[in-house]
């Protein structure tokens, strides 16, 4: 069993950044695929942005391209989402998912609003 705890979110200005923080518990971290999706209001959750297990390899939506880095640190057990340049748009809940062959697990989500 794996539990994902998010932290890092809160109230930005347009133009400003955040690092979102995803702090795993739980064995075989090492092994998961790691992502972030978020929910904007109104609106279906969408993948953000992915990390290979070692951390060689990320995919980041054409969206947040060229804004947003995903990165993780294994010996933290720990996976990081970037964000900077925010826009209003960006505004969402933000969630953190692992996933290692048929396991899913997901955390409780951090709230991300970008306004002036």
């Known amino acids: 069993q794996v539990q994902l705890v998010e932290s890092g979110g809160g109230l930005v200005q347009p133009g400003g950044s955040l690092r979102l923080s995803c702090a795993a518990s739980?064995?075989?971290?090492?092994?998961?695929?790691m992502s972030w999706y978020r929910r904007a209001p109104g609106a279906e959750r969408v993948l953000v942005a992915t990390?290979?297990?070692?951390?060689?390899?990320?995919n980041i939506a054409d969206s947040v391209k060229g804004r947003f880095t995903i990165s993780r640190d294994n010996a933290k057990n720990t996976v990081y989402l970037q964000m900077n340049s925010l826009k209003p748009e960006d505004t969402a809940i933000y969630y953190c998912?692992?996933?290692?062959?048929?396991?899913?697990?997901w955390g409780q989500g951090t709230q991300v609003t970008v306004s002036s």
């Open positions: 990390i290979t297990s070692t951390g060689v390899s990320t």
């Open positions: 739980g064995n075989f971290f090492s092994s998961y695929y």
């Open positions: 998912h692992g996933r290692r062959m048929s396991d899913n697990y």
